[in-house]
């Protein structure tokens, strides 16, 4: 699974039926690596840092 997510192959599966639903999709933050900015990197890490 984390291969799929890293390679982007996931996204890429993701995006495409999230648009099917009709619901509004934000391209902005899909398209910055899945939301690369809603977090403070310390977030993303183990630990908090």
Do not use: H, K, N
């Amino acid at each position: 699974m984390g291969e799929d997510i890293l390679s982007g192959a996931g996204l890429d599966r993701t995006v495409p039926q999230l648009v099917v639903t009709g619901y509004a999709v934000d391209m902005e933050f899909w398209e910055a690596g899945a939301g690369a900015g809603c977090c403070p990197p310390e977030c993303s890490s183990p630990g908090g840092g």
